[in-house]
Nanobody, 121 residues
Framework: QVQLVESGGGLVQAGGSLRLSCSCSGRTISSYVMGWFRQAPGKEREFVAALSRSGDTAPYADSVKGRFTISRDNAKNTVYLQMNSLKPEDTAVYYC??????????????WGLGTQVTVSS
């Protein structure tokens, strides 16, 4: 059974940075496409970034391109989301997921419980 546990969320001022971590157990992260999604209050869960099994392809949502970076540490079986130049509109619960394709929520089989990111103006 695959388990994903996110950490690293918190409260940060606009323009600041946070690094989210997603620790995976039960299977190696290179077995899956690993993705980050977010859900703001009253909104649908949306795609943020993903990393291919090989690690050489990393698509991003237009809203975060150039500010967020997804990466992984195979030895730690952990995926990261480095978030720079944060904006109030980045405020959301951030979820890590493991699946077979990049963008659609339905292509992800396993989800973490999420970590809250709040960006103050």
């Amino acid at each position: 059974q695959v388990q994903l546990v996110e950490s690293g969320g918190g409260l940060v001022q606009a323009g600041g940075s946070l690094r989210l971590s997603c620790s995976c157990s039960g299977r190696t992260i290179s077995s899956y496409v690993m993705g980050w999604f977010r859900q703001a209050p009253g909104k649908e869960r949306e795609f943020v970034a993903a990393l291919s099994r090989s690690g050489d392809t990393a698509p991003y949502a237009d809203s975060v391109k150039g500010r967020f970076t997804i990466s992984r540490d195979n030895a730690k079986n952990t995926v990261y989301l480095q978030m720079n130049s944060l904006k109030p509109e980045d405020t959301a619960v951030y979820y890590c997921a493991a699946g077979v394709d990049y963008y659609a929520r339905s292509s992800y089989y396993y989800w973490g419980l999420g970590t809250q990111v709040t960006v103050s103006s």
